[in-house]
C-alpha cells in the first residue's frame, strides 16, 4: 500500500514537470496516463488487491490523481488549441493587400442618372415601360397612324411569331401606359433603351438610350414647359448656356419644338461638333396632343400637358468627348475603365 502511494506521488512529480506544448505530446500524455491501458486504470485495477481497512483511504488518494491528471490533460488541451488557432487564424497586417478590380459605371448609366436627379427635384418619378411593345402604345396611341409617314423615319424590328409586337422606338410608350392608369395629375420621366431600324456608324446605332418627360394636369402651358427646361438645361450645362426653340412637327404634340442650346465646344462661334452652326440640338418637345389624351381616356378639355424626349447618347459623348456612338455597346474594359472615377 505504502509502496503504491509512492508510486503515485512520483508519478504526479513526473506529471508536474512535464511540459505539453503541442498535440503530439498532448495524445501522448493521453494514452500513457489515461488511456484504456493507462497508469490510472491500472492503478485502480491494484485496488483490489488493497486490503479493506485501507480501501477508503487508497482511494481517495486515487481519486485525487486521477482528477489531477485528468485536469492538467483538460489545461494543456487548452492552451495546445489556443496555439494551433493562433497559428491559422493570423493574419499579418503588414502585407499588402490582393488587388480587387473595381466595375464602373457605364457612361450612359451616369448621364441617365444625372438626367433622373435633376427632373427629380422638380417633382417628377421614374415610370419604365416594356422593349416588346404592341403597335397600339408605340405607335397608334401617339396619334401614329397606320400610313403616317412619321413611321417611316421610326422603322424598327418586328417580331415574327406577331407582326403587332415590336421592339419600341420611343420611351413614349410608358408614357402612354401611365396616362392609360387614369391617375391625374401626372408627372414622371420615363428612362430606358428604344430601338431603329438604322445603319450602324459612328454617329447613329440601331439601339440607343432615352429620356421622356410627360406632365398632365390643369392649366399646365406652354410657359411650364419652358421653364422647366430652362431648369433642366442650367442644372445639366450651367447658368450661360443659351437656349433656343425652334418650331417642329410630331404627331403627339401641338405645338411642338425642337430645343438648342449653345454650342459649349466653341461658345457659339460655330466648330464641326455643332456644324458651324454654334447650336446644339438636345430635345424634341411639345404639349400633347388631345387626341393623345382622348385615347387615353383623359378628358382634353379639363387636362392639359407637356411631353419632352432626349437621347442620352449624344449629351454622353459631348461630356465625355467620345468621338463613336459604337463605343458604348462594345464592352471594351480599356474604354469603361476610364469612368471609374465618375460618379
Ligand atoms: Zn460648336
Given at each position: 500500500?505504502?509502496?503504491?502511494?509512492?508510486?503515485?506521488?512520483?508519478?504526479?512529480?513526473?506529471?508536474?514537470?512535464?511540459?505539453?506544448?503541442?498535440?503530439?505530446?498532448?495524445?501522448?500524455?493521453?494514452?500513457?496516463?489515461?488511456?484504456?491501458?493507462?497508469?490510472?486504470?491500472?492503478?485502480?485495477?491494484?485496488?483490489?488487491?488493497?486490503?479493506?481497512?485501507?480501501?477508503?483511504?487508497?482511494?481517495?488518494?486515487?481519486?485525487?490523481?486521477?482528477?489531477?491528471?485528468?485536469?492538467?490533460?483538460?489545461?494543456?488541451?487548452?492552451?495546445?488549441?489556443?496555439?494551433?488557432?493562433?497559428?491559422?487564424?493570423?493574419?499579418?497586417?503588414?502585407?499588402?493587400?490582393?488587388?480587387?478590380?473595381?466595375?464602373?459605371?457605364?457612361?450612359?448609366?451616369?448621364?441617365?442618372?444625372?438626367?433622373?436627379?435633376?427632373?427629380?427635384?422638380?417633382?417628377?418619378?421614374?415610370?419604365?415601360?416594356?422593349?416588346?411593345?404592341?403597335?397600339?402604345?408605340?405607335?397608334?396611341?401617339?396619334?401614329?397612324?397606320?400610313?403616317?409617314p412619321a413611321r417611316d423615319m421610326q422603322d424598327?424590328?418586328?417580331?415574327?411569331?406577331?407582326?403587332?409586337?415590336?421592339?419600341?422606338?420611343?420611351?413614349?410608350?410608358?408614357?402612354?401606359?401611365?396616362?392609360?392608369?387614369?391617375?391625374?395629375?401626372?408627372?414622371?420621366?420615363?428612362?430606358?433603351?428604344?430601338?431603329r431600324?438604322?445603319?450602324?456608324?459612328?454617329?447613329?446605332?440601331?439601339?440607343?438610350?432615352?429620356?421622356?418627360?410627360?406632365?398632365?394636369?390643369?392649366?399646365?402651358?406652354?410657359?411650364?414647359?419652358?421653364?422647366?427646361?430652362?431648369?433642366?438645361?442650367?442644372?445639366?450645362?450651367?447658368?450661360?448656356?443659351?437656349?433656343?426653340?425652334?418650331?417642329?412637327?410630331?404627331?403627339?404634340?401641338?405645338?411642338?419644338?425642337?430645343?438648342?442650346?449653345?454650342?459649349?465646344?466653341?461658345?457659339?462661334?460655330?466648330?464641326?461638333?455643332?456644324?458651324?452652326?454654334?447650336?446644339?440640338?438636345?430635345?424634341?418637345?411639345?404639349?400633347?396632343?388631345?387626341?393623345?389624351?382622348?385615347?387615353?381616356?383623359?378628358?382634353?378639355?379639363?387636362?392639359?400637358?407637356?411631353?419632352?424626349?432626349?437621347?442620352?447618347?449624344?449629351?454622353?459623348?459631348?461630356?465625355?468627348?467620345?468621338?463613336?456612338?459604337?463605343?458604348?455597346?462594345?464592352?471594351?474594359?480599356?474604354?469603361?475603365?476610364?469612368?471609374?472615377?465618375?460618379?
Open positions: 500500500m505504502d509502496q503504491l502511494i509512492q508510486q503515485i506521488e512520483g508519478y504526479r512529480q513526473e506529471i508536474e514537470q512535464l511540459q505539453v506544448q503541442d498535440p503530439k505530446a498532448l495524445e501522448d500524455y493521453r494514452i500513457r496516463f489515461l488511456g484504456s491501458k493507462g497508469i490510472v486504470k491500472n492503478l485502480f485495477g491494484e485496488l483490489k488487491n488493497v486490503p479493506n481497512e485501507q480501501k477508503k483511504n487508497f482511494g481517495q488518494v486515487l481519486n485525487e490523481f486521477r482528477q489531477f491528471a485528468e485536469s492538467k490533460y483538460e489545461e494543456w488541451k487548452e492552451s495546445t488549441n489556443h496555439q494551433t488557432q493562433t497559428v491559422t487564424d493570423s493574419i499579418d497586417l503588414t502585407l499588402p493587400g490582393d488587388p480587387v478590380p473595381v466595375g464602373s459605371r457605364h457612361p450612359i448609366s451616369l448621364m441617365k442618372g444625372r438626367i433622373i436627379s435633376i427632373f427629380e427635384r422638380l417633382g417628377f418619378s421614374v415610370a419604365e415601360g416594356p422593349e416588346i411593345e404592341d403597335d397600339w402604345h408605340n405607335f397608334t396611341a401617339l396619334n401614329i397612324l397606320e400610313d403616317h424598327t424590328f418586328y417580331i415574327q411569331q406577331n407582326p403587332d409586337w415590336i421592339l419600341r422606338t420611343h420611351t413614349s410608350n410608358s408614357q402612354i401606359r401611365e396616362m392609360e392608369k387614369g391617375k391625374l395629375p401626372l408627372r414622371i420621366i420615363c428612362p430606358g433603351r428604344v430601338y431600324n438604322e445603319t450602324v456608324s459612328a454617329r447613329s446605332h440601331c439601339f440607343f438610350h432615352q429620356v421622356e418627360g410627360l406632365y398632365i394636369d390643369e392649366h399646365v402651358s406652354f410657359a411650364d414647359l419652358k421653364q422647366t427646361l430652362y431648369f433642366f438645361v442650367q442644372e445639366m450645362y450651367g447658368n450661360d448656356v443659351k437656349v433656343r426653340f425652334r418650331p417642329s412637327y410630331f404627331p403627339f404634340t401641338e405645338p411642338s419644338a425642337e430645343m438648342d442650346i449653345s454650342c459649349q465646344l466653341c461658345g457659339g462661334k460655330g466648330c464641326a461638333v455643332c456644324k458651324k452652326t454654334g447650336w446644339l440640338e438636345i430635345l424634341g418637345c411639345g404639349m400633347v396632343h388631345p387626341k393623345v389624351l382622348e385615347n387615353c381616356k383623359i378628358d382634353s378639355n379639363k387636362y392639359t400637358g407637356f411631353a419632352f424626349g432626349m437621347g442620352i447618347e449624344r449629351p454622353a459623348l459631348l461630356k465625355y468627348g467620345i468621338n463613336d456612338i459604337r463605343l458604348f455597346s462594345e464592352n471594351d474594359v480599356r474604354f469603361l475603365r476610364q469612368f471609374i472615377s465618375s460618379i
